[in-house]
């Protein structure tokens, strides 16, 4: 069964430009989160969507938002990017909504701000 | 507000050593626990989690944790370390009222030495 898959795998922009961000879920799952590991602060939660609805989102600003589609993938979209916008970019997936659920990770997308 | 405290954030052991991991939350209510361990350059994998029921959980690799309510704390141990041992493992928490997110600890990076 394939993992949860995210691209690009490295992506290179300059300050005020957009990042889009790809993720497909494990087959079956219905809830995408993602979260934001930068240097220095660890990993945070940006937004979980599940059955196309955003369910819940981090302390991040506007310019931080996306989108599930029908087919359970997700894009997080991130506009007037800044350099501590820098990080590792990590989707997870889990079968159903709720805490008691696995959350399984893809690879992550490396984003560089220059 | 629910935290995870993860105590040393180096922690170095000779191969074939004890690892202990220490892992402590800050909760009236008991969470659902998890650790995951992140190789250089990956995404998260999970190696165990608790939900409810035996208190000591084993994960994949050999290791294992033991939930203790009265100290609110998820230890991760292993007998023997190994040096494919070597990367980063972080504690989280899940709670019905965090909105699906993970809260993370900020991660103990594991070195085995030869």
């Known amino acids: 069964e394939a993992g949860v898959t995210q691209s690009p795998t490295h992506l290179i922009k300059t300050r005020g430009q957009q990042a889009t961000l790809r993720c497909s879920p494990i087959?079956?799952?219905?809830?995408v989160y993602w979260y934001q590991q930068a240097l220095g602060l660890g990993l945070q939660f940006l937004l979980w969507y599940d059955e196309g609805e955003e369910r819940n989102r981090g302390n991040f600003p506007p310019r931080f938002s996306g989108r599930q589609f029908p087919n359970y993938s997700s894009e997080l979209n991130v506009n007037a990017l800044e350099l501590e916008d820098s990080a590792l970019y990590l989707c997870?997936?889990?079968?159903?909504?709720?805490?008691?659920?696995?959350?399984?990770f893809g690879p992550g997308t490396r984003l560089t701000v220059l | 507000a629910q935290s995870v405290t993860q105590l040393g954030s180096h922690v170095s052991v000779s191969e074939g050593a004890l690892v202990l991991l220490r892992c402590n939350y800050s909760?009236?209510?008991?969470?659902?626990l998890f650790w995951y361990v992140q190789y250089p350059n990956q995404g998260l994998q999970l190696l165990l989690k608790y939900t409810t029921g035996a208190t000591l959980v084993k994960g994949i690799n050999g290791f294992e944790a033991e939930f203790k309510k009265s100290e609110t704390s998820f230890h991760l141990t292993k007998p023997s370390a190994h040096m494919s041992d070597a990367a980063e493992y972080f504690c989280a928490v899940s709670r019905y009222n965090q909105g699906g997110k993970l809260i993370f600890g900020q991660g103990t990076e594991l070195s085995v030495k030869p």
């Open positions: 997870a997936s889990s079968p159903e909504e709720g805490y008691t659920d696995t959350q399984y």
């Open positions: 909760s009236s209510v008991p969470p659902y």
């Open positions: 087959s079956g799952h219905t809830s």
